[in-house]
């Protein structure tokens, strides 16, 4: 099984830009679905966006489409999420996940999860 952690979080004003890494550990990266969660305080755990086992497939949530930019390199075994344009509401913790189903937004589809980091953008 894959294990997950997250780096790359900070405080950052709006319109400036933040890259999440999420590394993983084992030799099965490559045969995982990627996904990034936030969860806001208070708030349930959301989507953010998500990616096929080769990259060719690449879903968001609509709130962040546009702005936000999810790859990988399995060579690496590392998925990024790359935010430009950060607004004050994308103010959470990230988290990634990996799962076994492609293009599916719901958190209890994942099966693995990271420690989260944490966002913040100061208005």
């Known amino acids: 099984q894959v294990q997950l952690e997250e780096s790359g979080g900070g405080l950052v004003q709006a319109g400036g830009s933040l890259r999440l890494s999420c590394a993983a550990s084992g030799r099965t990266f490559s045969s995982y679905v990627m996904a990034w969660f936030r969860q806001a305080p208070g708030k349930e755990r959301e989507f953010v966006g998500g990616i096929s086992w080769s990259g060719g497939r690449l879903y968001y949530a609509d709130s962040v489409k546009g702005r936000f930019t999810i790859s990988r390199d399995n060579a690496k075994n590392t998925v990024y999420l790359q935010m430009n344009s950060l607004k004050p509401e994308d103010t959470g913790v990230y988290y990634c996940?990996?799962?076994?189903?492609?293009?599916?937004?719901?958190?209890?589809?994942?099966?693995?999860w990271g420690q989260g980091t944490q966002v913040t953008v100061s208005s």
């Open positions: 996940a990996a799962g076994q189903v492609v293009n599916t937004r719901a958190p209890g589809a994942y099966d693995r």
